[in-house]
């Protein structure tokens, strides 16, 4: 389509607008939501106040216990194809256990197919961001920006980075899907994922979630939406038939109380902590994952005579959903009962023929024809079998080797000898540790390979690869 002069002059506005703040940082900024400087404590997750906020109440896993983590982890980023073939049982127990933080992000991109979609339209992403774009998104999407976790380092800046990221990202999408465009529970989605990764990897990790894990959620209509949630609240009659009888009684539709839960993937609803486990479960088993963690909340809220009591109404039971007691949301607590629901794929795809029909005899025909849902990795692996090459790790980070002290002589030579190699060949990879095997771009010698393990810092250091407090991507 032709640009026109608003079309150039809405989307100049709306780039100057986001850019005027572009030098600006969390400590620099003089407008951050309302928070003043002063006040700014940030805990591990990256948060400086608001609900989401840790208070320390969670214990950290020992530092050894992660840093062996993280070397399963790397050997299974390493063989990923392998592993998901024939170990896929042992990748489930390790994302159930939770991810480490410092791999969180190129977890979720290989778990999600993000990386493959990624690698297999290099490209893309830059084409996408350097469009104008559709005036119409553009102004929704600006609007939208500052809601997105107000109380979170990245987002607290308004037109600091992480808001000019989150642009690009939901921007790009849009013209990704010009038919579907923008929907508001996007941005918190992708606010998670940059919080992770960089906005291309975040890019590929939202058209993922929109287009295998949770299809047509976010078009027109919420079509979708409104059919998990009769899919949920039929699995209720099974989990809690108190708690269904309670909801029947007083005709609280799903879409009441589920729509934020579903479409936000509890993103909006639960403490962080807790977030990143349900992430960690549902990139790698898929939407069972949201069922269960809206079903078990329901169950703890509303199961019992005893807490029916005190909601006699639908503005009572409304009020309660909203409020949920936190030690229902608490990490350890959560997590178990989620692992141990028996809600299965299965029980999810039958259930959905089933309101299908029924929707078709009430509403008619579905207007938004969506793909077929992906139950989790395994399936969206399977349906896309990925070649070697675009499951190759690419370091983020290259890391000078440090030099040691050693004579002039040895030391021109050696010098000459990298340089040599920076010609020929990509540099080494700086993460290698004992368990990894070598990769193909690691041309040195063995005398060399074994001054790089013993001069690098990470090497037998008791700190995680990047840091045990903090979600980074490496």
Same mark, same amino acid.
């Given at each position: 389509?032709?640009?026109?002069?608003?079309?150039?002059?809405?989307?100049?506005?709306?780039?100057?607008?986001?850019?005027?703040?572009?030098?600006?940082?969390?400590?620099?900024?003089?407008?951050?939501?309302?928070?003043?400087?002063?006040?700014?404590?940030?805990?591990? /997750?990256?948060?400086?106040?608001?609900?989401?906020?840790?208070?320390?109440?969670?214990?950290?896993?020992?530092?050894?216990?992660?840093?062996?983590?993280?070397?399963?982890?790397?050997?299974?980023?390493?063989?990923?194809?392998?592993?998901?073939?024939?170990?896929?049982?042992?990748?489930?127990?390790?994302?159930?256990?939770?991810?480490?933080?410092?791999?969180?992000?190129?977890?979720?991109? /290989?778990?999600?197919?993000?990386?493959?979609?990624?690698?297999?339209?290099?490209?893309?992403?830059?084409?996408?961001?350097?469009?104008?774009?559709?005036?119409?998104?553009?102004?929704?999407?600006?609007?939208?920006?500052?809601?997105?976790?107000?109380?979170?380092?990245?987002?607290?800046?308004?037109?600091?980075?992480?808001?000019?990221?989150?642009?690009?990202?939901?921007?790009?999408?849009?013209?990704?899907?010009?038919?579907?465009?923008?929907?508001?529970?996007?941005?918190?989605?992708?606010?998670?994922?940059?919080?992770?990764?960089?906005?291309?990897?975040?890019?590929?990790?939202?058209?993922?979630?929109?287009?295998? /894990?949770?299809?047509?959620?976010?078009?027109?209509?919420?079509?979708?939406?409104?059919?998990?949630?009769?899919?949920?609240?039929?699995?209720?009659?099974?989990?809690?038939?108190?708690?269904?009888?309670?909801?029947?009684?007083?005709?609280?539709?799903?879409?009441?109380?589920?729509?934020?839960?579903?479409?936000?993937?509890?993103?909006?609803?639960?403490?962080?902590?807790?977030?990143?486990?349900?992430?960690?479960?549902?990139?790698?088993?898929?939407?069972?994952?949201?069922?269960?963690?809206?079903?078990?909340?329901?169950?703890?809220?509303?199961?019992?005579?005893?807490?029916?009591?005190?909601?006699?109404?639908?503005?009572?039971?409304?009020?309660?959903?909203?409020?949920?007691?936190?030690?229902?949301?608490?990490?350890?607590?959560?997590?178990?009962?989620?692992?141990?629901?028996?809600?299965?794929?299965?029980?999810?795809?039958?259930?959905?023929?089933?309101?299908?029909?029924?929707?078709?005899?009430?509403?008619?025909?579905?207007?938004?024809?969506?793909?077929?849902?992906?139950?989790?990795?395994?399936?969206?692996?399977?349906?896309?079998?990925?070649?070697?090459?675009?499951?190759?790790?690419?370091?983020?980070?290259?890391?000078?080797?440090?030099?040691?002290?050693?004579?002039?002589?040895?030391?021109?030579?050696?010098?000459?000898?990298?340089?040599?190699?920076?010609?020929?060949?990509?540099?080494?990879?700086? /993460?290698?540790?004992?368990?990894?095997?070598?990769?193909?771009?690691?041309?040195?010698?063995?005398?060399?390979?074994?001054?790089?393990?013993?001069?690098?810092?990470?090497?037998?250091?008791?700190?995680?690869?990047?840091?045990?407090?903090?979600?980074?991507?490496?």
């Amino acid at each position: 389509r032709r640009k026109s002069p608003s079309d150039s002059r809405s989307q100049r506005g709306t780039v100057e607008s986001l850019a005027e703040h572009e030098s600006s940082s969390l400590g620099s900024d003089p407008e951050l939501n309302g928070v003043t400087n002063t006040e700014i404590q940030t805990d591990k /997750y990256g948060f400086i106040g608001g609900a989401q906020q840790s208070a320390g109440e969670n214990a950290d896993i020992p530092p050894d216990v992660l840093r062996q983590r993280e070397a399963k982890w790397l050997d299974m980023l390493n063989s990923w194809d392998k592993w998901m073939a024939k170990k896929h049982k042992k990748v489930k127990l390790r994302c159930q256990k939770g991810i480490p933080p410092s791999l969180r992000g190129r977890a979720w991109l /290989y778990l999600s197919g993000g990386k493959v979609k990624k690698e297999q339209n290099q490209g893309k992403f830059q084409e996408l961001d350097s469009q104008p774009g559709d005036p119409k998104w553009l102004d929704v999407i600006e609007k939208d920006l500052h809601r997105q976790f107000p109380f979170h380092e990245m987002f607290v800046a308004r037109g600091g980075h992480g808001q000019q990221d989150l642009f690009r990202v939901l921007k790009a999408y849009t013209l990704h899907r010009p038919e579907e465009g923008y929907c508001q529970a996007q941005a918190p989605i992708a606010a998670v994922l940059l919080m992770h990764m960089p906005a291309e990897d975040a890019f590929w990790g939202l058209v993922q979630i929109c287009e295998k /894990y949770l299809p047509g959620y976010y078009s027109a209509g919420l079509e979708a939406i409104q059919l998990d949630g009769e899919i949920l609240f039929a699995l209720l009659k099974r989990v809690s038939p108190v708690a269904h009888r309670h909801l029947k009684k007083y005709k609280i539709d799903p879409i009441l109380y589920m729509t934020e839960w579903f479409m936000c993937a509890f993103s909006r609803t639960l403490p962080w902590v807790s977030v990143l486990r349900v992430w960690d479960m549902f990139f790698c088993e898929g939407v069972k994952i949201i069922f269960r963690v809206g079903l078990v909340l329901l169950k703890c809220m509303l199961g019992s005579q005893e807490k029916l009591k005190a909601c006699q109404g639908q503005y009572e039971t409304m009020e309660l959903l909203r409020s949920i007691e936190p030690q229902y949301m608490q990490e350890a607590f959560l997590v178990q009962e989620v692992i141990e629901l028996a809600v299965s794929e299965r029980d999810i795809e039958k259930e959905h023929l089933s309101q299908l029909r029924r929707w078709k005899e009430t509403h008619g025909e579905l207007h938004c024809k969506s793909p077929p849902r992906m139950h989790g990795a395994k399936a969206i692996m399977a349906a896309e079998p990925p070649s070697r090459q675009d499951l190759k790790q690419n370091p983020t980070i290259i890391v000078e080797v440090p030099q040691t002290t050693e004579s002039k002589t040895e030391k021109g030579k050696k010098t000459k000898k990298i340089k040599d190699t920076k010609n020929t060949s990509p540099p080494p990879n700086p /993460y290698l540790l004992p368990s990894d095997p070598p990769l193909p771009s690691d041309n040195l010698s063995p005398s060399e390979s074994q001054h790089l393990q013993k001069d690098t810092p990470l090497q037998g250091s008791n700190q995680s690869l990047s840091s045990a407090d903090h979600d980074t991507y490496l």
